[in-house]
């Protein structure tokens, strides 16, 4: 049986926490998936650039990132891993983590 996903309201807060505020645009909220060891649901964000994901939660007041292990199932990941992961590509599409275009960048 496929696990129970749920996709409203969006929770930016995990996001808004992990990232620093000049990288927040960019994101989309996907999914509350749940964690294979219960608890907080997992949030999933997508890059609309990379395409790429970055899994948080919350629990306990305790910010965490989860990397995809496939078949809906995650491990805990270092954050500043996970957050390296979703940027992975976007300098070689030609943009800097704030959105701004490398060529505008440079001729600054």
Known sequence: MRPT?????PDWA?????LPEAWLDGWMFMAYLPH?????????YKHQITRRYLHL???????EAHRSM?????????????VDDAY???????YMRDMTPIECADAK
């Open 5 to 9: 996903i749920r996709f409203e309201p």
């Open 14 to 18: 995990p996001l808004e926490r992990a």
């Open 36 to 44: 294979p060891g219960g608890g907080e649901e997992l949030r999933a």
């Open 57 to 63: 939660r919350i629990q306990d007041g305790v910010l």
């Open 70 to 82: 496939g078949d809906h199932t995650y491990a805990p990941a270092p954050l500043d891993a996970a």
């Open 88 to 94: 992975l590509t976007i300098e070689q599409l030609g």
